[in-house]
């Protein structure tokens, strides 16, 4: 038992240490901020719901303050506007926000 | 501790024309700050006709409403979870931004992010841990007695190896000294304790928060060492169809179905199904009983929420419960007569519990005195004068045999209590109100034992009806200087039919020293009426006589302590937390279930001496990387009471120390999830009848807790083993093999009864 537990440790660490390699840009990743209509928590939890399963979608941060949601996706699977569309399925209204240097920090501030 | 913060926004352009409506938009802010629209709250002119004028806001939180009929106006806005509150609009005011905050309640809505799972809450009151949904999601959480894995705070355990009936230990005292909560108000008590702990499911909860120390004297006066309060799904959030199933290894099959959905602007309802089998049979250690009884249960709650115009709500629900358990010794056969050839037992609760509670906003606050207008205004706009009415309905009824032994008891309870709220001024708010309670008891034991010199059996019955009336009047003071320094001081006065006067005081105090230091210290007064079997089912699982040698008396405790919280960077992390705190109880009496006086006999008596606890305890989180969360604490005990001819001494079965870590990383969007819990369980004396080998202590033990969780769209599937290196408490039934000899005892059970648990669940959710 001591190697399962061992075994999932290092998997979790793995894990945690090739996320933060993801982290860094690559060339056929592009981010995109949304300005959109959301209100509520349950709005936001729409969101998260389902924009991650869309297809392309690498990454998100969404913010309520804000009413951002921050996407990082893959150029050659998705499109700006087909993840617009995908926003505007869950019931909202998105516009790209592209004045604002500052969304992702803004986006994933913590709480 | 709700409060609004009313901020006018906009001004009307002097190019335009005056519109006919004022205009607006309600948020509610959050305790993290975030600020989001809130839909159907309530907006209206305040006045005698102001009811009449109400509107609601939309989804976008925006409303228009017509302009009142003379200048200046007062606009009030309210809705539930956040506290109401009034502003002056003046006639050259077109738009009217209004702030609620959610504030340090125990009754707020929580809003968290997935990867706070258990968080030391910071606007609170009192030392506060809560457990969020996210925390409630990470472990398998059947229902509330499991839910406590991360937490040093408590310690659960089993009250005896047969009957599978959990039992909790706040500040190294028995949760019958902890008050269970369910939206601040008062449940589990009386005959529910025992097993309380598993009749709301995890998946019915937005939140638990474990507050630490004496609370509010608004509650009663029951509380010693805490409150749990346990916030459920709320009917606000349209979620029209939640689905939880659970499997584990040993059989345990879990349905859960919540459903969520306003009906209208104003009418909102929950409604709650729980559904559960635990039907196999297993023997891990091999002494011929059954390590956990078989168990099934119906569960179902319907709770409702209106929202008149004039800010009026209206809460009520209904919840129903039926749990039945089959133990002792595996071949226990139910349908032969019960004599001592065969050991078995037998537990059925049913639990009906309906309420109704009414907030009725009546005024603005009282003008603030002069000079007094240049004080930090923190609570501008906070108070609002508040009536409430709540009165809810509890019948419990307890069927149960361990061997011989029978206990059965039904409970009814009522409850009325009034409140009125309202302030002085800013910053001094206060609340007074009387409460009515009647409990009956209709309670019997029909004890049967061997005496230790003879052959045959004997028996006794021992009558333990109850009646009790208790009227009380109370009130409470609150100080707040800025969001700095609140100081909340209490006073309850209740006359009890059996015990005459109690009077309760309590006081709290926060101190935010700065932004990333805040100190808390709380002191006061608890009572309880004790309930001596089902304070103590453990003693049922015993071959011994029950023995209650004395007119038993309140339980009376003082419980005082304080705590620190220190937020700081470290590594990427800008809010790592580090905090410390010590709570000591003193019991001017207490009920003691002694075991080591007399080997035949279980007494009971009244505390004759001292009896106190004493902890320390530290937590510490970060989150190192992104998405990664370190969370450790460990909570050190020291608990002694004096025991009858033997004088003080540690409390037997008391851990003296937990210590917990907690590792969670997520993936991106939270796709993976994987969750590890270590715990390492610290010694409790073992009673001196059940000292081997000339070990007093029983062994320090680690447990481990592994989960993942994977998302899809609209749906988790999760896989996740408790108990993972198989750790189980050896013999934890003493004399198994004669269970009717009175050297049979099931009670002293220090550590884990279940052999490794693998389980694997879904979670669907469908929203509109």
Redesign the interface.
């Known amino acids: ?2 190697k ?2 061992t075994c ?2 290092c ?2 660490l793995l ?2 240490g090739l ?2 390699a ?2 860094q840009p690559k060339k056929n990743e592009a981010e995109v901020t949304f300005a959109v ?6 709005c936001k ?2 969101i ?6 869309e297809k392309g ?4 941060k969404v913010s ?2 804000k009413k951002e949601v921050w996407l990082k996706f893959r150029t050659d699977k998705t499109t700006k506007e087909a993840l617009q569309k995908a926003i505007e399925k869950t019931g909202y209204t998105a516009s790209e926000k592209t004045d604002d240097p500052t969304a992702k920090s803004a986006a994933t501030k ?2 | 501790m709700k409060k609004i913060v009313l901020i006018l926004a906009g001004s009307l352009s002097l190019c335009t024309l005056p519109a006919q409506n004022v205009r607006g938009v309600v948020y ?1 802010v ?1 305790p ?8 159907y709250a309530s907006v209206h002119w305040h006045g005698e006709h102001g009811a009449h004028s109400a509107v609601a806001t939309d ?3 925006r409303f228009s409403i017509p302009r009142p009929a003379a200048w200046p106006a007062t606009l009030m806005a309210s809705f539930v979870g956040y506290s109401s509150d009034m502003r002056s609009v003046a006639d050259d005011t077109a738009f009217v931004e209004l702030l609620l905050h959610e504030g340090a309640a125990l009754d707020e809505v929580q ?3 997935r990867q706070a799972a258990l968080y030391n809450a910071r606007l609170t009151q009192l030392k506060t841990e809560v457990i969020t949904a996210a925390g409630l999601q990470k472990m398998a959480c059947c229902n509330i007695g499991e839910s406590f894995e991360n937490s040093a705070s408590i310690s659960v355990g089993y009250s005896d190896a047969v009957s599978g009936a959990r039992q909790i230990r706040l500040l190294g005292l028995s949760g019958v000294y902890t008050q269970m909560l369910e939206e601040n108000r008062a449940d589990m008590r009386g005959l529910a304790t025992p097993f309380g702990l598993s009749f709301t499911p995890g998946a019915w909860l937005e939140s638990i928060q474990v507050a630490k120390g004496v609370g509010s004297v608004l509650q009663g006066y029951e509380n010693s060492t805490g409150q749990i309060n346990l916030e459920y799904r709320k009917p606000t ?3 029209p169809l939640f689905l939880n199933l659970y499997l584990d290894r040993f059989g345990r099959t879990e349905l859960n179905v919540a459903s969520s959905q306003p009906l209208s602007g104003k009418l909102f309802t929950t409604l709650l199904a729980h559904g559960s089998v635990d039907p196999m049979k297993t023997d891990g250690n091999g002494d011929g009983f059954m390590d956990e009884p078989a168990k099934k249960q119906i569960n179902l709650a319907n709770r409702w929420l209106y929202v008149a115009d004039n800010g009026t709500m209206l809460r009520f629900g209904l919840k129903g419960l039926y749990e039945k358990r089959d133990g002792g010794q595996m071949d226990f056969d139910a349908s032969r007569p019960r004599d001592t050839s065969q050991y078995g037992t037998g537990i059925e609760n049913t639990h009906i519990n309906a309420y109704i509670k009414i907030g009725l906003p009546l005024g603005r606050r009282a003008p603030a005195p002069a000079g007094r207008d240049n004080a930090p205004d923190v609570a501008a706009g906070e108070a609002v004068t508040n009536m409430a009415l709540i009165a809810d309905y509890t019948f419990h009824d307890l069927r149960s045999f361990f061997g011989l032994k029978t206990f059965d008891g039904t409970e009814h309870t009522a409850n009325l209590n009034a409140l009125f709220q309202s302030a002085f001024g800013p910053g001094h708010d206060y609340m007074i109100g009387a409460g009515l309670r009647w409990d009956v008891y209709r309670q019997g034991l029909q004890d049967v034992w061997r005496p230790v010199s003879g052959r045959g059996l004997q028996t006794a019955y021992t009558n333990l009806d109850r009646d009790e009336t208790v009227g009380g009047l109370f009130g409470e003071y609150t100080f707040s200087y800025g969001d700095q320094l609140v100081l909340v001081a209490g006073l309850r006065a209740d006359y009890h039919s059996l015990f005459q006067w109690m009077i309760t005081p309590r006081a709290t105090l926060k101190y935010a020293v700065a932004d990333h230091l805040t100190l808390r210290a709380s002191g006061g007064r608890g009572f309880r009426t004790p309930n001596v079997i089902t304070d103590h089912i453990g003693v049922m699982a015993t071959g011994r006589q029950i023995a209650i040698d004395e007119p038993l008396d309140l339980e009376d405790a003082w419980t005082y302590g304080g705590s620190a919280a220190w937020y700081f960077s470290l590594w990427q992390d ?2 790592a937390s580090l905090g410390v705190d010590f709570f000591r109880t003193q019991f001017t009496n207490q009920i003691i279930a002694d075991q080591e006086n007399d080997l035949a006999r279980v007494l009971f008596y009244n505390l004759d001496g001292q009896s106190f606890s004493n902890t320390y305890q530290i937590d510490f989180s970060t ?1 190192p ?4 969360t370190i969370m450790a604490t460990f909570r050190y005990t020291d608990a002694q009471t004096a025991y009858r001819a033997r004088g003080l001494r540690e409390r037997p079965l008391n851990d003296r120390f937990k210590a917990v870590v907690n ?1 969670q ?1 997520a ?6 999830t ?1 969750d ?1 819990t270590a715990q390492w369980n610290g010694q409790t004396r073992l009673p001196d009848f059940a000292v081997a080998d000339g070990r007093r202590y029983s062994p320090v033990y680690p447990l ?1 807790f ?1 989960q993942i969780t994977r ?4 749906l988790d599937l999760y896989v996740g083993c408790e108990n ?3 750790y189980t408490q050896p013999d934890p039934i003493l004399g198994a093999a004669a269970p009717y000899d009175a050297g049979f005892n099931s009670s002293v059970v220090w550590g884990p009864l279940m052999e490794r648990r693998l389980y694997a669940g879904l979670r669907f ?1 469908l ?1 509109t």
């Open positions: 038992m001591k399962t537990l999932l440790l998997s979790l894990t945690a996320a933060d993801q982290a209509n959301m209100h509520c928590d349950h939890k729409k998260e719901n389902a924009l991650p399963h979608v690498v990454d998100m309520l303050e913590k709480p | 509610g959050s993290t700050g975030d600020k989001t629209p809130l839909s989804e976008h939180g809003v968290t992010g959030t349209p979620e800008d809010r989150t990387v992104e998405r990664f590792l990383y993936t991106r969007m939270n796709i993976w994987f590890f481990f592994a998302k899809f769209r609209n993972l290196f198989n959710t929203f």
